[in-house]
């Protein structure tokens, strides 16, 4: 298992991660299987979506935050609800398939760590899977 | 790693790709392990829900479609970017055990390919693996 | 694969399985790999939220209910649709690393079942796997 280590600089981001998840499929030397991505944090999220135009994070981030509203009346103290709200929506984890020691993706396929709580310090672990 | 090809009809549909996946399990002569389903597009998604009554999908795809509003304003110019918000709610993958050959399913569960900005050529990517 | 027997007693909640799960990997004796579990429900769902403060499951429960309608005009009669509408944004499936043995998860993060139809007799599917 290897992690990343990440710090985000706003309260609300998506990270594009794809170029250090594939550093780390070449390192393993692992030609064909499976790498899986899992963020192990319960304000923040990870997610399959266009790399390309930067307009479509801003677009899905200012979206979810209309979906989940920050304020509502929430039980829990610490004010974050809505992060972990959306950290159950989006989802902790991933999984890309490997052929030939690279991840098959879509053309506009990229791997986004999702900050809903920032700005903080996170972790992301990765595990690359032969077969 | 195999692939499916589908071709979408409308704007927002769910396609039933159980057998597929099932004959593609089959195919791979693997008895035990698990499946899994890849789309490789950023406004598709792939889910498990109810095979039997055709009105649950008509349910989902017509809730998602308020949930998440069509027009609003979004910074993506190629107008889709409600499609690509509901890609990251649904996801982009799914995984199912196998036993004896078989998908370990619920009695009302199916495998659906999420359309959310069609119609389009759209493919499916599937891996089975042993264990 | 192994399964877990579960009896919910409301209509929406969220049950903590995360010690039944890391007892499974245990006496599965598998000290690396990957743990996935699976509900083969389409009124459920899985997900890993934080297990400290009871308050933010609530919360969970609550917001979800005002993003995805009780009743909404739906076609399917059997008067459930919200619930399968929550099972295809939440997702059926959850994977978590192992290793020495036990489950990688951050501090706070915890594995819930969730409940979106009941009450009922539930089950959860798990399956470790080595590597």
Redesign the interface.
Known sequence: ?KSISIKTHSQFCMINITSQIQNIVYESGIADG?V?V?????TAAV????GA?P??V???IK??D????LR?N?????GN??A??K???????????I?NGSL??????AIFFCEFDGPRQR?I?I?V???
């Not at 899992?38 to 319960?42: A, D, G, K, L, Q």
């Not at 929430?74 to 610490?78: G, V």
């Not at 950290?87 to 398939?97: D, I, K, P, Q, R």
Request: proline letters at 2%.
């Open positions: 298992m499976i899986r899992f963020v192990p944090h319960t997610t399959i979506n266009e135009d307009a479509v801003k677009d899905i979206e979810l209309k979906i989940v509203l509502d929430y039980l829990h103290m610490e609800s809505a972990h709200i950290s159950t929506l989006v989802g902790a984890s991933e999984m890309v398939m052929e098959v993706l879509g053309t506009w396929q972790k672990f595990k899977i032969e077969g």
